[in-house]
Nanobody
Framework: QVQLVESGGGLVQAGGSLSVSCVAS????????MGWFRQAPGKEREFVAA????????YYADSAKGRFTISRDNTKNTVYLQMNSLKPEDTAVYYC?????????????????WGQGTQVTVSS
């Protein structure tokens, strides 16, 4: 089992920045690829970004490219999502998730473990 706990969400004005974190416990964190997803009210959960177990490879949704950066620190069992130039449409609950293999990183169904989410609200 892997337990994931997100933090760092909050309220920010459009154009601002926010960083969310996800701390893992349980099995060896460095064995897992990690992803960030988000879910806005009334919408399906969608892929935002993913990172391979080593941190060498990162992947982004088109909506996140150029604005968001995913990173990880395996010594701290933590994955981060730095979000810049935030827009009101980025408002959502942000979830981190873990999977053993980076393949199909965009597919929500391939992730085995999920955090409880952290709310990010961007005001206009």
């Amino acid at each position: 089992q892997v337990q994931l706990v997100e933090s760092g969400g909050g309220l920010v004005q459009a154009g601002g920045s926010l960083s969310v974190s996800c701390v893992a416990s349980g099995r060896t964190f460095s064995n897992y690829a990690m992803g960030w997803f988000r879910q806005a009210p009334g919408k399906e959960r969608e892929f935002v970004a993913a990172i391979s177990w080593s941190g060498t490879n990162t992947y982004y949704a088109d909506s996140a490219k150029g604005r968001f950066t995913i990173s990880r620190d395996n010594t701290k069992n933590t994955v981060y999502l730095q979000m810049n130039s935030l827009k009101p449409e980025d408002t959502a609950v942000y979830y981190c998730a873990a999977k053993l293999y980076i393949e199909n990183y965009w597919d929500i169904e391939t992730y085995s473990y999920w955090g409880q989410g952290t709310q990010v609200t961007v005001s206009s």
